[in-house]
């Protein structure tokens, strides 16, 4: 099944200690992006990815990091997470996102206390 | 900046009652604009998307959209809304100089039985 997989689903942790959340496809998609999602405030784009080692910054950039060492994987990492980065995350995949739009992952709600 | 806006925050119908949803985009030419669901506690799922050609676009469930140049707006509308339509909407389009994509902030509909 064509998918895009987030894990973990929820998670909460503390100031400061670091967290990875990871996203996969398996659809050889070039695109893949991650988004925020926040009451009142809709999808903010973290950061996005055109092909592997290929990232760029989205309009919420600040605080986190990515990697794209494989064209399948595209792993949120915050180094030191701080209680405003609680949200609801997304990451999606496309052949060509402004073309056909992109295919979502089922979120990770983040806490951090 | 090129953007989509949605203006309705949220909106509460009865069941069998006519949907429409405002979108205004902010492009210059040809725009790919989509609009997507997400039901309680699940991702981002494609409605419809309008490519090119006829500005009427059917969608799933029901869903159809019309894009209107002149006014640089793509609603989405129902004619008969069900109580499981209950979920924000997102409208979206493409960024600027980019293969990526803008979301609207959303509108939630509550359809009440």
């Known amino acids: 099944e064509a998918q895009v997989t987030q894990n973990p689903r929820y998670l909460i942790t503390v100031t400061g200690k670091k967290l990875t959340v990871t996203c996969s496809q398996n659809?050889?998609?070039?695109?893949m992006s991650w988004y925020r999602q926040d009451p009142g405030l809709g999808l903010r784009q973290i950061y996005y990815s055109m092909n592997v080692e290929v990232t760029d910054k989205g309009d919420v950039p600040e605080g986190y990091k990515v990697s794209r060492k494989e064209k399948r994987n595209f792993p949120l990492i915050l180094e030191s997470p701080s209680p405003n980065q609680t949200s609801l995350y997304f990451c999606?995949?496309?052949?060509?996102?402004?073309?056909?739009?992109?295919?979502f992952g089922s979120g990770t709600r983040l806490t951090v206390v | 900046a090129q953007s989509v806006s949605q203006h309705n925050h949220h909106v509460i119908l009865s069941e069998a009652a006519s949907l429409e949803l405002g979108c205004n985009y902010s492009y210059g030419g040809t725009v790919n604009l989509f609009w997507y669901v997400q039901y309680p506690g699940q991702h981002l799922q494609l409605l419809l998307k309008y490519f090119s050609g006829d500005p009427l676009v059917k969608g799933i469930k029901g869903f159809e959209a019309e894009f209107i140049k002149s006014k640089f707006s793509f609603n989405l509308r129902k004619p008969s809304v069900q109580w499981s339509d209950t979920a924000e909407y997102f409208c979206?389009?493409?960024?600027?100089?980019?293969?990526?994509?803008?979301f609207g902030t959303g509108t939630r509909l509550t359809v009440i039985p």
């Open positions: 999606a995949s496309s052949l060509a996102p402004g073309v056909v739009g992109y295919t």
């Open positions: 979206a389009g493409p960024r600027t100089g980019a293969n990526n994509l803008f």
């Open positions: 659809m050889n998609h070039e695109y």
